[in-house]
């Protein structure tokens, strides 16, 4: 597992030992990274059940402003640090230990958003659906950005939601990239955030 471009480029990332993570693999961060090349400059960027920081990551060294790096095991969150500094990208990465719902929650409260969120949570496990719901519903995900989700072939995810709309779709095995982005006409204003999920 390595940085593919930028900065940071060859750089090897660590992962946690005897965590049951799974770091996207170099052959799909090559293809995310190749459809997504023109909206990482100066991007904000969420990277959720971050894992490795691998994702987060490689968009700060392919010129993305900042990065916020969530994950609730102690174990990532001390490697997602580790591989910070040994990128050279500590300086742009905010790195939280918070469950990804609690802190969804947070930046909506406190009006915070994203150009490009990557959303990459444990397999099978039902929690796609729910962080997809409160993105469509609130303003986290900002008007042009993009949301990207890696998930399990066996998991099947809407097309459009009332705001925000699936645009590409791209299957490696028995993993799917999912490319989301709001549905043109539809301004994040008009939304709320659904009292309870």
Do not use: W
Not at 43 to 58: H, Q
Not at 172 to 179: A, I, M, P, Q, R
Request: with cysteine; hydrophobic share 40%; aromatic share 6%.
């Amino acid at each position: 597992m390595r940085i593919i471009a930028g900065t940071a480029k060859g750089m090897r990332l660590k992962a946690p030992k005897g965590m049951n993570t799974r770091p996207t693999t170099d052959r799909v961060k090559e293809s995310v990274f190749g459809i997504l090349a023109n909206d990482l400059i100066d991007a904000e960027v969420l990277d959720l059940f971050a894992g490795t920081g691998n994702l987060g990551l490689e968009a700060l060294s392919r010129g993305a402003a900042t990065a916020v790096f969530i994950d609730k095991q102690a174990q990532s969150i001390k490697v997602m640090m580790e591989n910070a500094i040994l990128t050279n990208l500590a300086g742009n990465a905010v790195i939280c230990r918070e469950d990804v719902m609690q802190a969804l929650r947070r930046f909506q409260n406190n009006g915070k958003s994203f150009d490009l969120i990557f959303c990459d949570p444990p397999y099978n496990l039902g929690l796609m659906p729910k962080v997809l719901q409160f993105l469509d519903e609130s303003r986290i995900l900002r008007d042009g950005g993009i949301l990207v989700m890696e998930h399990s072939r066996h998991e099947k995810l809407p097309a459009e939601l009332k705001r925000i709309v699936a645009y590409r779709s791209e299957s490696y095995g028995e993993t799917v990239v999912s490319f989301f982005t709001i549905r043109e006409g539809i301004h994040s204003e008009n939304c709320s955030v659904p009292r309870e999920l």
